[in-house]
């Protein structure tokens, strides 16, 4: 398979602004109501947002972001929580460890940007935890600015649509950055549909491995349609690795043990308003922790990793809590 991205062919593929018109026609139809779009919620409840959707099915981050957002609407107010109180909100929304980042990002703004999230790209990057893609998104999304918005979904439908070739997974390539930035609409307010259409399709419509090709808009333009989908679904990347056993399940047991407790918060299903007026951070023992799993050098592995990451505290007689402080 070809790992370029080819220039646009002007006398075979259709010009940006001819799939614009009907993308954005089936946007405007079919975009799925999420409380943080249309202009709805501030810069601050974007990037959230933005974070907990990494690697998170989209249906999963509404409840959380609308507890999250309803205990802590802005920087400050989570700047404020303690350590515990957040990954307790966290709950199952996995990869916990953003909890902290998304936090050490909120004391940032809250204490060197007024409050306010940083209205450039070199700004938000900056910020504990914020990448490239999350910097672009608060940029188009919450400020409207002219960029290109780049992820999984946007360059599997760029790739087909105007190169007629897979996306491959893996790190964007120089030449899909070149193709986002150059099929881009030159007006701002469109640019922002246009990162979000794009998004929503290979969402919904342009998927990884089974593509409705019979609904999608732009499917009379699309190369890779005309070219009979070559390589549907092949990936560059690793298969993705089976949970069941792996440390991932065995520290999510983990933090989940501690969330249940008393005291803690609820049940794991991010109580946030529980979290926040929690009167102190209860242990769990740590022979109570042994029922947990039961390879104990797996188990004491797990253990010693959530402390690294500062996702725990480990107390003089073994006992396990979430972070105060």
Same mark, same amino acid.
């Given at each position: 398979?070809?790992?370029?991205?080819?220039?646009?062919?002007?006398?075979?593929?259709?010009?940006?602004?001819?799939?614009?018109?009907?993308?954005?026609?089936?946007?405007?139809?079919?975009?799925?109501? =999420?409380?943080?779009?249309?202009?709805?919620?501030?810069?601050?409840?974007?990037? #959230?947002?933005?974070?907990?959707?990494?690697? $998170?099915?989209?249906?999963?981050?509404?409840?959380?972001?609308?507890?999250? *957002?309803?205990?802590?609407?802005?920087?400050?107010?989570?700047?404020?929580?303690?350590?515990?109180?957040?990954?307790?909100?966290?709950?199952?929304?996995?990869?916990?460890?953003?909890?902290?980042?998304?936090?050490?990002?909120?004391?940032?703004?809250?204490?060197?940007?007024?409050?306010?999230?940083?209205?450039?790209?070199?700004?938000?990057?900056?910020?504990?935890?914020?990448?490239?893609?999350?910097?672009?998104?608060?940029?188009?999304?919450?400020? &409207? *600015?002219?960029?290109?918005?780049?992820? $999984?979904?946007?360059?599997?439908?760029?790739?087909?649509?105007?190169?007629?070739?897979?996306?491959?997974?893996?790190?964007?390539?120089?030449?899909?950055?070149?193709?986002?930035?150059?099929?881009?609409?030159?007006?701002?307010?469109?640019?922002?549909?246009?990162? @979000?259409?794009?998004?929503?399709?290979?969402?919904? #419509?342009?998927?990884?491995?089974?593509?409705?090709?019979? #609904?999608?808009?732009?499917?009379?333009?699309?190369?890779?349609?005309?070219? &009979?989908?070559?390589?549907?679904?092949?990936?560059?990347?690793?298969?993705?690795?089976?949970?069941?056993?792996?440390?991932? @399940? #065995?520290?999510?047991?983990?933090?989940?043990? =501690?969330?249940?407790?008393?005291?803690? &918060?609820?049940?794991? &299903?991010?109580?946030?308003?529980?979290?926040? $007026?929690?009167?102190?951070?209860? +242990?769990?023992?740590?022979?109570?922790?042994? @029922?947990?799993?039961?390879?104990?050098?797996?188990?004491?592995?797990?253990?010693?990793?959530?402390?690294?990451?500062?996702?725990?505290?480990? =107390?003089?007689?073994? +006992?396990?809590?979430?972070?105060?402080?």
């Amino acid at each position: 398979m070809n790992d370029t991205v080819e220039p646009l062919a002007a006398a075979s593929v259709a010009d940006p602004s001819a799939v614009a018109a009907p993308l954005f026609a089936w946007w405007h139809a079919n975009a799925r109501d =999420l409380p943080w779009r249309f202009g709805r919620t501030t810069p601050w409840g974007v990037l #959230v947002s933005e974070v907990m959707s990494q690697q $998170t099915q989209m249906s999963r981050v509404v409840p959380y972001w609308r507890a999250w *957002m309803d205990v802590w609407p802005d920087a400050a107010a989570l700047a404020a929580a303690s350590p515990a109180e957040v990954i307790t909100a966290w709950g199952r929304l996995g990869y916990p460890r953003r909890a902290l980042r998304l936090q050490e990002c909120a004391r940032v703004v809250a204490g060197e940007c007024a409050d306010e999230l940083p209205r450039s790209y070199d700004g938000l990057t900056a910020l504990p935890g914020i990448g490239d893609y999350t910097a672009s998104a608060v940029m188009s999304f919450a400020f &409207g *600015m002219r960029i290109a918005v780049i992820d $999984t979904n946007i360059r599997r439908v760029l790739s087909r649509v105007f190169t007629g070739v897979e996306s491959l997974g893996g790190s964007a390539k120089p030449a899909e950055r070149d193709l986002a930035n150059r099929v881009l609409p030159a007006d701002a307010g469109e640019s922002v549909t246009w990162n @979000q259409a794009v998004m929503e399709l290979g969402a919904l #419509v342009c998927t990884a491995k089974s593509p409705r090709c019979d #609904v999608c808009p732009v499917s009379g333009l699309c190369m890779f349609l005309a070219a &009979g989908r070559p390589g549907l679904g092949e990936r560059r990347t690793r298969p993705r690795q089976r949970f069941q056993g792996t440390d991932r @399940q #065995v520290r999510g047991i983990v933090l989940d043990a =501690l969330r249940r407790l008393p005291a803690g &918060g609820g049940d794991g &299903g991010g109580d946030v308003g529980a979290a926040g $007026t929690m009167p102190g951070v209860p +242990s769990l023992p740590r022979a109570q922790a042994r @029922q947990l799993w039961a390879d104990r050098a797996q188990l004491d592995a797990c253990i010693a990793s959530l402390d690294d990451d500062g996702l725990i505290e480990i =107390l003089p007689d073994g +006992s396990l809590r979430l972070p105060r402080a």
